[in-house]
Nanobody, 115 residues
Framework: QVQLVESGGGLVQAGGSLRLSCVAS????????VDWYRQAPGNQRELVAS???????NYADSVKGRFTISRDNAKNTVYLQMNSLKPEDTGVYYC?????????WGQGTQVTVSS
């Protein structure tokens, strides 16, 4: 059974940093691409960053230069390092992967950036 568990969220002041983790079980994470999404209250869930099996990465324009997605295959974990945080980065952050054409999401971790 595939499970994703996010952690690392919290309350931080603008300009601060957080590192989110997404740990997978039931799959070998290195064989999958992984996405980080976020959802602010009243907004749709939006794609923030992606990492492929080969390690290539893509970012939303709003986070380029501030966020870094990476993976540690030995720990079956994908990270999202978030620097220079802004109040508009506030939201619930989710990781997602696709296994046999099915989307698997974690439960989400709350990030709140105060001004």
């Amino acid at each position: 059974q595939v499970q994703l568990v996010e952690s690392g969220g919290g309350l931080v002041q603008a300009g601060g940093s957080l590192r989110l983790s997404c740990v997978a079980s039931g799959i070998i994470f290195s064989s999958y691409g992984v996405d980080w999404y976020r959802q602010a209250p009243g907004n749709q869930r939006e794609l923030v960053a992606s990492i492929s099996i080969s390690g290539s990465t893509n970012y939303a324009d709003s986070v380029k230069g501030r966020f870094t997605i990476s993976r540690d295959n030995a720990k079956n974990t994908v990270y999202l390092q978030m620097n220079s945080l802004k109040p508009e980065d506030t939201g619930v952050y989710y990781c997602k992967t696709v296994h046999y054409y099915t989307n698997y999401w974690g439960q989400g971790t709350q990030v709140t950036v105060s001004s």
